[in-house]
């Protein structure tokens, strides 16, 4: 069966300073832009204590739509890049998105 969705939504949260290096291993699987937005994380000393790595508070959320075409070649480059083993450390995940308003079809096109 078809997937219904031809976008998603990559979300990615890493520290603070970050999102050039998420923009940079996006762009380099396709994606033409982001959103960054500032954020605090809650985790604290009991992530540190649970996963063994420091935890930095401040963090920066790259939100990125994309082709569902480009979304596992996209998300493996932020693994690679800024991914939790790099100084990023970043999470990703992605969401499809039912409806796009606002894409020329020439950008839909080349995604």
Do not use: W
Not at 41 to 59: L, M, N, P, R
């Amino acid at each position: 069966m078809k997937n219904q969705f031809t976008h998603d939504v990559i979300f990615c949260i890493v520290n603070s300073g970050f999102s050039e290096a998420v923009m940079d291993a996006a762009k380099k699987g396709g994606a033409r832009g982001g959103t960054v937005i500032n954020a605090r994380g809650t985790a604290g000393k009991e992530a540190e204590k649970f996963f063994g790595i420091s935890v930095q508070e401040e963090k920066e959320i790259v939100m990125i739509l994309v082709s569902s075409e480009s979304k596992d070649k996209i998300l493996q480059n932020l693994y690679d890049d800024v991914g939790l083993n790099t100084a990023g450390q970043g999470i990703a995940f992605s969401l499809p998105v039912d409806g796009v308003v606002g894409l020329s079809s020439a950008a839909v096109d080349k995604q």
